[in-house]
């Protein structure tokens, strides 16, 4: 089974929020690591950890509200600055162009199982000579769930922030090369 390491030019993990009921607010987190062991004759094999730097986020278009989600409000970046996902099982469709994913998402202290309906774009040569294989995964999680429950009720009725949180990640991995003593 190939290893592979996340390109951190080419992935972020993106996520969604509605803002008092009415709008979404967007963010991304840009510094993603960790690796991949795929091969693709052969997904249900799969591994995957990924971990990602909470003070990475920012985007969400108003430097305000990236602060405050990274405060104890929220993230808490300063006590908790990494959220991690490692991956449990994978049950591709027929084709194994698609596949559920499961895995532990850990949020600041809290772990818990998702399923991220994951695509597979396939694999490539970069111009550099770098063998790439690129992924989409999609989820959805209460973010209660994980500990984050800092919110306003509104005069109108309702919350400021919604529970449900949209997770959308794109990757692109490189292939690891091995080392010329581990191969002789």
């Known amino acids: 089974m190939a290893k592979w390491t996340f390109d951190p030019t080419h992935t972020q993990a993106n996520f969604a929020a509605r803002h008092m009921m009415v709008s979404t607010v967007r963010g ?26 909470v003070a990475s986020m920012d985007s969400t278009g108003v430097e305000q509200r990236d602060q405050h989600l990274l405060s104890g409000d929220f993230l808490d970046a300063e006590q908790f600055p990494t959220i991690t996902f490692k991956s449990t099982r994978v049950e591709p469709n027929s084709d ?33 000579g770098q063998n790439i294989v690129g992924f989409e995964a999609d989820t959805k999680i209460n973010r209660e769930d994980f500990g984050l ?8 009725g309702g919350w400021l922030v919604g529970n449900d949180i949209k997770i959308s990640i794109d990757a692109e991995f490189i292939k690891v090369e091995e080392e010329a003593s581990q191969q002789a």
């Open 96 to 128: 194994n162009t698609e596949a559920k994913v499961y895995g532990n998402l850990t949020v600041k202290d809290v772990t818990r199982e998702v399923t991220l309906k994951v695509e597979f774009h396939g694999e490539g040569t970069t111009p550099y």
């Open 28 to 53: 991304a987190f840009r510094k993603v690591e960790g690796y991949l062991e795929f091969d693709p004759t052969n997904p249900a094999e799969a591994y995957v950890e990924a971990i990602i730097d």
């Open 149 to 156: 429950t800092w919110n306003v009720a509104l005069e109108t």
